[in-house]
C-alpha cells in the first residue's frame, strides 16, 4: 500500500525554507511584462523631482495628473507638472510622450525606462501612458499604495527598461449587483484594483430575479418594486438598493479615466423575475409576482409572445445605450426555463405565426429582435453561450461560461468570444479546501486561474482570432458585502491579469508566486481584504498507520506558520519550527502570518490512525448511470481495493457517473441505541447485519437521512452503497450513541 494512498484529501508538499529577497527581487510587476531588464542602480525621487508632459494632448495631461496627486499623497513631494519641455531628458524628472521609439505597442502599449537621473515614459496613446505608470507604481515601495502620507522614507525605483503590450484586447472582470448591491464607491474601488493589474473591462451584472439594480427613468416601477425584496433565504430581512442615473454615469466616467470600458448586463428573457414583479403584464401569467427571495432558476421569464415585452426592452434599452457608450450590450441569455413558454397561449400563437420549430428557436427569435434594437443604435450584442441555440446573428458575440465548448462553437461559426469557464473563471467558487468562508460550491485555487489558456487547442489560427480575452466571474450569492467580494477577487485576478495580459511562454507560476509575495503588501497597502492562503500540506482528513512526521510551509515565501495540535478549538499558537510528529486521531490546525501582520484563514486536518492488517473495508466500484442505486450483482466492477476511511477521497479515479459499495465490519464498544446518519449527493443505502438501516436512495444535492438501531458489543457486519450521477458528489457516514456525541465514523472501529 502506498503512503499517497492512505492520506485522504492531504498533500504533503515540502518546499525549500523560504529566503529572504534578494537584490533584483524588489521587481515584481504583475502582469509581467513581455520585456523587462533590470538596470544598475537606483532612481530616487524627492522634493525637486519634475513631472515633464511632452507634446501634451489632454488625455497625456490627465495620465500625467493622477501620477502626481498619487506620489504626493504618499510621499508629500511637490512634483510640480512641466508643459511641452522639447530638450532631451533632464535631470531628476519624470518626462511622459508619446515619441515612441521602438516597434508598434498598438493602443496599449508603452515603454517605460528607468535610469538613475530620470524616467521616462513614452506610449502611443495615454492609454498607455497610464498602463506604464501602473507598472511605475508597482517599482515604488508598497508604501505608495496608502492614503496618507508615509512619513520619512526613501523612494527609490530600480533602473529598468521595460517594452510592453497586451496580449488579449478583453480584459475583463465581472461583478454581479443583483443577488448583493454594493454601493458606488465600492464599484469605483473595484474599477481601481482592476486599473492597477491592467484589466480594462468592467461587466456590471445590473438585473436579476432577486433585484433590479439600475435606474431607468421610463419606468420607476423598476426601482421602486423591483430593487427591494422581502427576504433573503429565509432571513426576514428586507434587503434592497439601486444606482440612480447620475451615479451611472459617475461610474462610467471614473471608468473612463482608468481605461475601462463598462459593459451593461440586462437580463433577458430569464432572470427577469424582478422586472416582472415591477411590470407583471410583460410575463406569460400576467402575474402577481415576487421578486425572487432565494437563489436559483425562476419559471417565470418574459413573455415572448407579448408585443408589450419587446417594446418595454426597446425603451429600456434605449436609457442603457445612452448612458453606456462602449459598444457592446450584454443581454444574458442563460437559464431560461421554457415552462411558460410551453403553456402561453400567446407565446405559441409567435411559435406558429414565425414559423418556428419550438420553445427553443423561440429564444432564438427573441435574442435576434433584440440584437436588431441594439444594432439600430449602433451598439453589438452579447450574451452567455446559451444564445447559441436556435441561430445567432452575425455580429453578436459570446461568452463562454458552461465549459469552453460554446465558445468553440461560436469561434467557429465567426462570431467573436469572450473566455469565461466556471473551471477556470468563476470566482465565486472555493479558493481552498479547508477553513474557507461559505462559498457556491465549486473550487479554484490560484495555480488553476493561472494555468487558464484562453484561446482553445482545438481552433486553428484563424478561428482564434474571435477569441477577444477572458473575463473572471463574481456572482455574489454568497458575497454579502465588499470585504467578501474582496477576498474572493484577490489575489485570483492577478493571476489572471497575468492570463489576459502576459504571452503564454512568459508565464511561470513559480515565479508569479515570487512576484505575488511583494503584491501581498500592496494590497495590504491599499487597505484591501485579499485572502492570505493557509500552510501548503493541510487541509482535509488523514488515515495514517504509524507516527508520521508532518512537514507544513507558508506559501508566501518570508511567512510564518503557526499551528496548534490537540483539541478542536484551540488557536494556532506555536511557531513551526521544524516537522510535526502525528501520533493519530487528534487535529491539526494551521495558519499562516506574513510579514506585513495578514493572517490566513485556518485550516485543519483531522489525523486518524489505523492498522493496515486489521482496519479498512473493502470496496468495489462501477462505472455507468443511474437514476437510483444500481443492482449491484448485475454489474462487474471497473475496480476493486481497500480503503481506510469512509467517503470518495479515498477512490482514487472516479468518473462523473458511478457506483460504489463499501463493506467490512463495525466494532461496537458497548451495547446500546447508535444513531447512523449518511450524508450524500447523489443516493446511498447503509446496510447493518444485512438489515437496511438507512435509506437515502434517488437523485438529489448533499441530503443526510438518519435512523436509530439497537446493537450489542462486538462486530456487525456493514454495508454501504453509493451512486453519483453528474454535478457535485459527496458521502459520510456519522454514528452516534451512548456517551458518543455524532463524530464521523473513525477508521480503527471499521475492519474486513
Ligand atoms: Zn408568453
Redesign the pocket.
Known amino acids: 500500500m502506498k503512503y499517497g494512498i492512505l492520506l485522504a484529501g492531504i498533500f504533503l508538499i515540502i518546499l525549500p525554507p523560504a529566503s529572504t529577497a534578494a537584490i533584483g527581487e524588489d521587481v515584481s510587476i504583475i502582469p509581467k511584462p513581455v520585456f523587462l531588464q533590470r538596470g544598475d542602480g537606483v532612481f530616487t525621487m524627492n522634493e525637486k523631482t519634475i513631472i515633464i508632459i511632452r507634446n501634451e494632448t489632454s488625455s497625456f495631461g490627465s495620465v500625467g495628473r493622477d501620477l502626481q496627486e498619487k506620489l504626493r499623497r504618499a510621499t508629500g513631494y511637490p512634483l510640480d507638472i512641466r508643459p511641452n519641455h522639447r530638450s532631451g531628458a533632464v535631470d531628476n524628472t519624470i518626462l511622459l510622450t508619446n515619441e515612441v521609439r521602438g516597434q508598434s505597442l498598438g493602443d496599449e502599449g508603452y515603454e517605460l525606462s528607468v535610469r538613475k537621473n530620470s524616467i521616462s515614459i513614452a506610449a502611443q496613446t495615454a492609454h498607455g501612458a497610464f498602463y506604464a505608470v501602473q507598472s511605475l507604481f508597482q517599482l515604488l515601495p508598497a508604501e505608495v499604495e496608502r492614503q496618507v502620507l508615509s512619513g520619512r522614507m526613501s523612494w527609490t525605483i530600480p533602473c529598468v527598461e521595460i517594452r510592453d503590450k497586451p496580449r488579449f484586447g478583453w480584459r475583463g472582470m465581472h461583478l454581479d449587483v443583483g443577488r448583493h448591491f454594493f454601493p458606488a464607491a465600492f464599484i469605483k474601488r473595484y474599477i481601481d484594483l482592476m486599473a492597477a493589474y491592467k484589466m480594462n473591462t468592467f461587466h456590471w451584472h445590473l438585473t436579476e430575479d432577486q433585484g433590479w439594480r439600475i435606474e431607468i427613468r421610463n419606468y420607476p416601477r423598476l426601482t421602486e418594486v423591483g430593487s427591494q425584496r422581502r427576504e433573503t433565504m429565509g432571513d426576514c430581512t428586507p434587503y434592497g438598493g439601486f444606482y440612480t442615473q447620475s451615479e451611472v454615469r459617475e461610474i462610467v466616467e471614473y471608468a473612463r479615466q482608468r481605461f475601462i470600458t463598462v459593459v451593461p448586463e440586462i437580463e433577458m428573457p430569464g432572470h427577469s423575475l424582478a422586472a416582472l414583479a415591477a411590470y407583471p403584464a410583460l410575463s406569460?401569467s400576467g402575474g402577481p409576482l415576487k421578486v425572487a427571495t432565494e437563489w436559483g432558476v425562476f419559471d417565470d421569464v418574459y413573455?415572448?409572445?407579448?408585443e408589450e415585452t419587446f417594446e418595454f426592452l426597446q425603451n429600456v434599452l434605449a436609457e442603457i445605450t445612452q448612458l453606456f457608450p462602449g459598444p457592446f450590450v450584454h443581454i444574458g441569455g442563460d437559464e431560461c426555463p421554457k415552462l411558460?413558454?410551453k403553456n402561453?397561449v400567446?407565446?405559441q400563437n409567435r411559435i406558429r405565426t414565425e414559423r418556428l420549430k419550438d420553445e427553443s428557436e423561440l429564444q432564438s427569435y427573441f435574442i435576434k429582435r433584440i440584437e436588431k434594437m441594439l444594432n439600430a443604435k449602433g451598439k453589438r450584442l452579447l450574451g452567455w453561450d446559451e444564445i447559441l441555440e436556435g441561430g445567432l446573428a452575425s455580429n453578436a458575440a459570446v461568452m463562454s461560461w458552461r465549459g469552453t465548448n460554446g465558445g468553440i462553437e461560436a469561434a467557429r461559426a465567426g462570431h467573436d468570444v469572450v473566455m469565461s469557464p466556471g473551471s477556470n473563471c468563476y470566482f465565486d467558487y472555493y479558493q481552498g479546501k479547508s477553513g474557507e468562508p461559505p462559498a457556491i460550491g465549486g473550487y479554484l485555487p490560484l495555480d488553476t486561474v493561472y494555468s487558464y489558456e484562453p484561446v482553445p487547442a482545438e481552433l486553428s489560427s484563424e478561428e482564434a482570432k474571435h477569441i477577444l480575452g477572458a473575463q473572471g466571474n463574481m456572482w455574489t450569492e454568497w458575497m454579502p458585502d465588499s470585504l467578501q467580494v474582496e477576498y474572493m477577487l484577490l489575489p485570483r485576478m492577478l493571476a489572471l491579469s497575468e492570463v489576459v495580459w502576459t504571452r503564454p511562454e512568459d508565464r511561470n507560476y513559480q515565479d508569479f508566486t515570487l512576484r505575488l509575495e511583494r503584491h501581498y503588501d500592496r494590497l495590504a497597502a491599499m487597505g484591501v481584504n485579499f485572502r492570505v492562503p493557509p500552510p501548503s500540506g493541510i487541509g482535509g482528513r488523514a488515515v495514517i498507520f504509524h507516527d508520521t512526521l508532518l512537514t507544513l510551509s507558508s506559501p508566501v515565501p518570508g511567512g510564518t506558520v503557526y499551528y496548534a495540535l490537540g483539541e478542536k478549538d484551540s488557536v494556532p499558537s506555536q511557531l513551526y519550527s521544524r516537522a510535526i510528529t502525528i501520533k493519530g486521531d487528534e487535529v491539526l490546525r494551521a495558519q499562516t502570518v506574513l510579514g506585513n501582520g495578514r493572517r490566513s484563514n485556518i485550516a485543519t486536518t483531522e489525523f486518524l490512525r489505523a492498522e493496515p492488517e486489521l482496519n479498512g473495508l473493502n470496496f468495489t466500484y462501477y462505472e455507468g448511470s443511474w437514476d437510483s442505486l444500481p443492482d449491484f450483482n448485475t454489474l462487474t466492477p471497473a475496480q476493486s481495493g481497500r480503503i481506510y476511511d469512509i467517503g470518495l477521497d479515498v477512490i482514487p479515479h472516479r468518473e462523473d457517473e458511478f457506483a460504489l459499495r463499501m463493506s467490512g465490519f463495525i466494532t461496537i464498544e458497548a451495547e446500546g441505541e447508535y444513531r447512523f446518519t449518511i450524508t450524500s449527493d447523489d443516493g446511498s443505502r447503509l446496510f447493518i447485519d444485512g438489515k437496511e438501516t438507512v435509506n437515502n436512495d434517488g437523485l438529489h444535492g448533499a441530503r443526510e437521512v438518519s435512523s436509530l438501531t439497537r446493537l450489542t458489543r462486538g462486530k456487525h457486519a456493514m454495508t454501504i452503497l453509493y451512486f453519483e450521477k453528474t454535478g457535485d458528489q459527496s458521502l459520510d457516514l456519522s454514528i452516534e450513541g451512548p456517551h458518543l456525541a455524532r463524530h464521523h465514523v473513525p477508521p480503527r472501529i471499521l475492519s474486513h
Do not use: D, L, M
Request: with cysteine; hydrophobic share 20%; glycine share 10%.
Open positions: 406569460c413573455c415572448a409572445g407579448r411558460r413558454w402561453c400567446r407565446c
